[in-house]
């Protein structure tokens, strides 16, 4: 969390019970507001992290069949060459 970033007031309603598992987990001297916008941080970055690693995947399919065919192609010319070479030794 970035502290020097500049800070804006905003109203939030929240529900009682939530409220409460919020204070029993900070404690009587932390801030909700300095909780909240950790949580709020980090679902954000694991959010913006998924998003990445799912446009990678995307790319990664997108290309996965041009790329089998041509491992497909260098080992079938692998193959081959070591063929050859096991005919020659005879």
């Known amino acids: 969390m970035n502290k020097s970033a ?3 007031k ?3 309603t929240l529900s009682v019970p939530l409220l409460v598992k919020i204070d029993r987990l900070i404690g009587e001297r ?3 507001s300095a909780f909240i916008e950790k949580v709020l941080t980090e679902h954000i970055r694991e959010a913006e992290l998924e998003a990445i ?3 990678d995947l995307e790319l990664i399919n997108a290309a ?3 790329l089998n065919a041509e491992v497909k192609e260098v080992l079938e010319d692998q193959d081959a060459f070591y063929f050859d070479l096991s005919e020659n030794r005879n």
Request: glycine residues 0%; aromatic residues 0%.
């Open 10 to 12: 905003t109203s939030v």
């Open 53 to 55: 690693q799912r446009r």
């Open 64 to 66: 996965a069949d041009r």
């Open 6 to 8: 500049a800070k804006a």
């Open 30 to 32: 932390a801030s909700r």
